[in-house]
């Protein structure tokens, strides 16, 4: 199989970019190659700056310090005259437009640190957060915790 590295010794030495010593030099240099951006730039960003912890280690690390609602008991306590929890959809607005369940608030999870107090003001409520997969809904859940929405949990 081929090799997918290197190591920044081999990088230095073989590299001929990185043999361009003047700043200047090396700047021009870059921006007349007209290159794309990397693959998997973004992830490797993120993971590095998190002390290297892939997406599924934050989901999991969000799971073990969350509960669950099973979609079972959600939909029994819908058919319920009182419910006792408040549905959170942190899909994004047009997925919440094309379907949700019946009388869920929608705030798109790159929005909730932002509109939480406005369109929960009870930080004692018990909050079921929903998404598609249930992933982003478990990290919401973690967010809202460590917000102070003590009873805050995560739809199976």
Known sequence: S?????TIGE?????????VTDREKFVEMMQSLSLTMPEHLSEALRTNLTGCKTVEQL???????????SQ???????????TGITLLDVRERDSFQRSH?????????????????????????????????????????????????TRAIAME
């Not at 989901?59 to 609602?69: G, L, T």
């Not at 009388?103 to 957060?129: F, K, S, W």
Request: proline residues 5%; glycine residues 4%; charged residues 25%.
């Open 101 to 149: 369940i019946p009388a869920a608030i929608l705030i798109p999870r790159g929005q909730l640190e932002l509109r939480v107090n406005e369109l929960l003001p009870d930080p004692t409520a018990r909050i079921v957060v929903y998404c598609q997969f249930g992933k982003i809904s478990t990290l919401a859940a973690a967010t809202l915790r460590d917000m102070g929405f």
């Open 2 to 6: 081929a090799r997918e590295f290197s």
């Open 11 to 19: 990088e230095m030495a073989q590299n001929k970019r990185l043999q």
């Open 59 to 69: 989901i999991s690390e969000a799971a073990q310090r969350i509960s669950f609602m």
């Open 72 to 82: 079972e008991e959600v939909l029994r306590r819908i058919r319920s005259s009182d």
